[in-house]
């Protein structure tokens, strides 16, 4: 099927009725394409009749001094990338057209929220529920795919997905770095060329964490301020935060016993980029959850 671009939501919905009993593999992203994106994309295509990705900057995850207006859009390069993956749908609605009045209803998670962006951004993860169920009305996948690089935001999809009942079996993929190990974000291109190389320092910081737990150290408040000496004296971002909880509960804990993850954002400049790796009691690495 070749690709086909729809931007209104009932558009989407008479396509998707067609569709009949087809798998949908949906992928939602913000757009500004990049391989981590496309590997979503790529095995959505893999497992599915049908794929659908959708393109949309979401005001209601935004704060407001955060970067809504400014992040980067790029609609004919997305389409190009996306159409070379074989996705059959790219949805790309107007903020009007998802929200065509004043919200008249507020949803709200508390579970896994009160820690790492949760906490440094207020609303944040509630806008992606919100967006999400709007999201899976319209699609209504067989699948969806997220990155594990936004770890918490996968935990809290599955909360809203297993708690309201939605009919759709969720998947984790890996991070896809840079060679030098920086995560793959589209908020990449606000950093300097200095910045730029700095910003290795997250995943060797968090491999760094890793090493540790390998070693057998069990507790969390000695790993984190290890982590945090070697990001210090490495770059002049400033840290947000730098937590190990428990996985997918996002609790706090005494000891290592079981699958944590190490998480942490860093504010350059002009981006506050995050980056995470979840592992095992042993320090094994979880790249994948489904
Ligand atoms: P975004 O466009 O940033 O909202 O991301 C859309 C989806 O792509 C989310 O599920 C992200 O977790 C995922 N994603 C973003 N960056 C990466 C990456 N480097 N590797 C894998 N998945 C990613």
Do not use: W
Request: proline share 4%; with cysteine; net charge negative.
């Amino acid at each position: 099927m070749n690709l086909k671009i729809i931007r209104s939501v009932q558009t989407m919905m008479d396509e998707i009725k067609m569709l009949k009993d087809k798998t949908i593999g949906f992928v939602p992203t913000m757009g500004y394409l990049h391989d981590g994106h496309l590997s979503l994309a790529k095995e959505a295509r893999k497992e599915n009749d049908i794929v659908a990705m959708s393109i949309f900057v979401n005001p209601l995850q935004f704060g407001p001094n955060e970067d809504f207006e400014r992040y980067p859009r790029n609609e004919e390069e997305d389409r190009r990338r996306a159409e070379k993956i074989g996705v059959d749908y790219l949805f790309i609605p107007k903020v009007e057209e998802m929200y065509p009045e004043k919200m008249g209803i507020n949803m709200s998670i508390h579970q896994g929220t009160d820690v790492l962006c949760g906490k440094s951004r207020p609303g944040h993860l509630d806008g992606v529920i919100t967006v999400l169920t709007k999201l899976f009305h319209i699609i209504q996948p067989t699948k969806a795919y997220f990155g594990l690089k936004d770890a918490q935001q996968f935990a809290v999809v599955n909360t809203l997905v297993s708690e309201l009942n939605f009919p759709i079996k969720l998947v984790g993929l890996p991070t896809v770095r840079e060679e030098d190990g920086l995560a793959k974000s589209s908020r990449n291109v606000y950093l300097s060329d200095n910045e730029r190389k700095e910003a290795a320092v997250l995943y060797e910081a968090l491999t760094f964490g890793q090493k540790l737990i390998v070693d057998g150290i069990k507790n969390p408040v000695t790993i984190i301020k290890e982590v945090k000496n070697f990001i210090a004296k490495k770059t002049s971002g400033k840290i947000d935060y730098i937590e190990l909880l428990s996985y997918p509960d996002l609790s706090e804990i005494r000891a290592i016993e079981s699958r944590v993850i190490l998480a942490l954002a860093v504010h350059f400049n002009q981006a506050r980029l995050i980056d995470n790796i979840i592992l095992e009691a042993d320090g094994t690495h979880v790249s994948k959850i489904d």
